[in-house]
């Protein structure tokens, strides 16, 4: 039986009333997404049309997931808003403070020991408030909530950014910041702007080297990294119902590279197939009941130019295998065109590193085609020419490829199995020789490449690609390598071109697990206590940022002017870092630290004015709050693409920073700042960046008159005594308002205004 399977069917049975209630308010048929948003207002019963891109609307979503780098912080706050237990089905879990670096075994033996006391925090939160908590060891959680808690037509969200993966499941699953996840976990209403809806119509069939990760290294290469900013994303046609559900999983994770708020697909046979082997028929049962509300309208599908914002078109059967790189997931390359574009741009052709699996492409599918490739090293008498690592999604999956021979067939090539945790698709990679930062190329099946992400080494090219292609990649060891139409020369000097991926998709013999590593609440925690040390250097319990002083803020200085691509990795580095995610204090340390200051092109070097000296990003920070001195931070487009981590608002906040000033934001980043009592906002000219000086001092003209829809000005003063007056944009609403008069979104909880 399916977890919180009482909760699912309350969902269904409202679902019906309320969806055709909100088509006869709308006036035309709906979307899948429409459906799911309708079905889920804070107020219930929809009684009225809201304006995609436009209207802020109150949701009341299912479930919470978070896992152990963000938990930290989003428990330690909500034990600030003194709640005796968690108002929604909320679980925690331990994937992301497990390092790679020898095997499985070792690495999972080492993690227990080093990060014992965040392990043991986290456990006892979770058993206090009424939390469901998984086990270092236990999975990756976006694939665990696949397996576990994802259910078609359900609202969920989670302090991760690929969150975005149970839409695999039909589900509108969003990544938030902690903040976020206390409201919901406190019982309040969770807010997000009504998204504006992109159709992708999937024709034709996968077939041969093609997989459903090309499905959204196509997408990306078309929409770019904020081309799915504001907008939920929903697959359809043929194609779509055509594919495994585990295949949608993955298409719907690396959505979060393009920006979009998620993405989903309409339930059918392949979702309720995934159920059952799942272990979760009577979920399947239900939302058979009611599979006409767990899809589109098929006016929608039939005409979809006339009911979403944008639409794209693919035909899965002309869709080539694709690997997108370097740096940013939406350089999209064809296979057949690696060659001659990595030639043309000088990009290492040998391959050091292969690495398959993660939240992305850990299935069961996923492996069994991987291990369809790797078989034939040994049956064709080939050698592999690069290192080569497989990391579980779950132990579940791991379990089950290990009995099923998969584990057998990888360790005969030569591969490394990690543990069943993120490791090195967020940086949590002890690589040898990364140290040395050499040009070099790796490839992977993960959702992200941005530079350092997988090893820290700012010169390591990474390419994304499907498990099965990279398999074969790690086997040629060439870039240039086209499985396609390429061969390969064995041991006995003959040519053999390796055969196409098979697999299947779920398990003949079901999915297993000794111990799948979930441990249940207690069912009275209030007896339960909560210590953390005043001398650990992981854990520190919060105080409350002090609120408004209602005030224009005055004497600015500027922080630093960030040039080009500035993501979350560049203000709040994980890899290393993960280990301070409980200390606000000690992550602070990292703050904007690999982010390019404009002024002299350097990283983590800008100018103190009160010295005239150059220092790190964080002791210049420091410097101005202990001197009484705020400060602000200006950047480019898309500031704060990538992770949901709140550390990257929680940090400049704690450092002194009063707003943060750019050409535009990535969704959840922009909420992040919001939430934690900042002002974020965006040039009304975006050519207003330039002018900008390294020893501006900047002073708020109007912020006593701040309101919804009223750009706020700004006095921008150079060293030479002349000015520069800015006018800057923002989207709060009243309520976004309360939380900076407040000092904090959690500041109005805990005194029980929110």
């Avoid at 949701?59 to 912080?73: G, K, L, N």
């Avoid at 469901?132 to 909530?145: L, R, T, Y």
């Avoid at 992109?198 to 990294?225: E, F, M």
């Amino acid at each position: 039986m399916a977890f919180d399977i009482e909760m699912i069917k309350k969902v269904y049975d409202n679902m019906t009333s309320r969806v055709d209630a909100a088509r006869e308010i709308v006036g035309h048929p709906l979307t899948l997404t429409e459906k799911i948003l309708y079905n889920h207002l804070w107020d219930g019963m929809p009684s009225k049309a809201f304006a995609r891109g436009t209207d802020y609307v109150d949701f009341s979503p299912d479930r919470v997931a978070c896992q152990d780098a963000t938990a930290q912080m989003a428990l330690l706050q909500f034990m600030h808003a003194g709640k005796a237990k968690v108002a929604v089905p909320t679980t925690v879990h331990c994937d992301h403070l497990i390092q790679a670096k020898v095997n499985a075994v070792t690495d999972l033996a080492r993690a227990k020991t080093q990060s014992n006391e965040v392990f043991d925090f986290l456990s006892s939160v979770s058993d206090k408030y009424g939390i469901g908590f998984w086990k270092p060891g236990a999975g990756i959680i976006h694939q665990v909530v696949l397996e576990n808690y994802a259910f078609p037509g359900g609202m969920m969200i989670g302090t991760d950014s690929h969150t975005v993966n149970a839409g695999g499941l039909g589900m509108v699953a969003i990544g938030v910041g902690g903040a976020d996840a206390v409201d919901v976990m406190s019982g309040m209403a969770w807010e997000l702007k009504f998204p504006k809806l992109i159709g992708v119509k999937l024709t034709g069939k996968l077939s041969g080297w093609t997989a459903p990760k090309d499905v959204i290294l196509k997408v990306a290469g078309i929409l770019t990294v904020k081309g799915g900013t504001g907008a939920i994303v929903e697959y359809f046609g043929e194609g779509a119902t055509s594919m495994s559900c585990t295949g949608k999983g993955t298409i719907c994770n690396m959505g979060a590279e393009i920006g979009a708020t998620t993405s989903t697909f309409g339930y059918d046979d392949s979702m309720g197939r995934y159920l059952r082997s799942t272990k979760r028929a009577d979920v399947a049962d239900a939302a058979d009941k009611v599979a006409d509300y767990l899809t589109g309208d098929p006016e929608v599908y039939a005409n979809p130019e006339k009911y979403f914002d944008q639409v794209i078109e693919i035909n899965l059967s002309e869709l080539q295998p694709h690997l997108n790189g370097p740096f940013t997931p939406d350089l999209a390359t064809p296979i057949s065109k690696m060659k001659e574009t990595a030639i043309k741009n000088n990009w290492p052709l040998k391959i050091e590193v292969a690495l398959i699996g993660s939240c992305t492409n850990s299935s069961y599918e996923d492996i069994a085609r991987a291990a369809s490739i790797a078989k034939q090293v040994t049956d064709k008498k080939l050698k592999i020419k690069s290192k080569f690592t497989i990391t579980p999604g779950s132990e579940v999956v791991r379990y089950t490829i290990e009995r099923d021979g998969f584990i057998d067939v990888f360790d005969k090539m030569g591969a490394t199995v990690f543990a069943n945790a993120c490791g090195p698709c967020i940086g949590m990679w002890d690589r040898e020789g990364a140290e040395k930062e050499e040009r070099n190329t790796i490839v992977h099946s993960f959702n992200r490449n941005f530079s350092k992400r997988a090893d820290g080494n700012p010169n390591t090219m990474a390419f994304v690609g499907s498990p099965e292609l990279v398999t074969a990649m790690a086997i040629a060891g060439d870039l240039g390598f086209n499985p396609l139409t390429d061969t390969l020369i064995n041991e006995d000097g003959e040519e053999v071109m390796l055969e196409a991926p098979t697999g299947d998709e779920l398990p003949k013999n079901g999915f297993d697990a000794e111990d799948p590593g979930f441990q249940a609440p207690a069912a009275d925690g209030s007896g339960i206590q909560v210590s953390v040390s005043e001398t650990s250097e992981r854990l520190q319990l919060l105080a409350p940022f002090a609120p408004w002083d209602g005030k224009n803020i005055i004497g600015a200085k500027l922080l630093i002017k960030a040039f080009g691509k500035c993501t979350t990795d560049h203000i709040s580095m994980a890899g290393p870092w993960l280990r301070f995610r409980g200390h606000l204090d000690n992550i602070s340390n990292n703050m904007l630290i690999g982010a390019i200051n404009a002024f002299n092109q350097k990283t983590n070097t800008v100018k103190n004015q009160l010295t005239g000296d150059y220092d790190a990003v964080p002791a210049v920070a420091r410097a101005y709050k202990a001197a009484g001195v705020p400060s602000i931070v200006v950047g480019d487009h898309n500031y704060g693409e990538g992770s949901s981590r709140e550390h990257a608002a929680m940090e400049p906040r704690f450092l002194g920073v009063k707003a943060v000033l750019v050409k535009s934001f990535a969704r959840i980043h922009e909420t992040n700042l919001k939430k934690q009592g900042l002002l974020g906002l965006t040039f009304a000219t975006e050519a207003d960046y330039d002018k900008i000086q390294e020893n501006d001092t900047i002073n708020f003209t109007d912020l006593v008159d701040f309101a919804p829809g009223k750009p706020l000005t700004l006095e921008f003063v150079h060293e030479d005594g002349s000015k520069d007056i800015i006018l800057a944009n923002h989207t709060y609403n009243e309520g976004q308002i309360g939380w900076f008069v407040a000092g904090s979104a959690l500041n109005l909880i805990a005194a029980g205004k929110a």
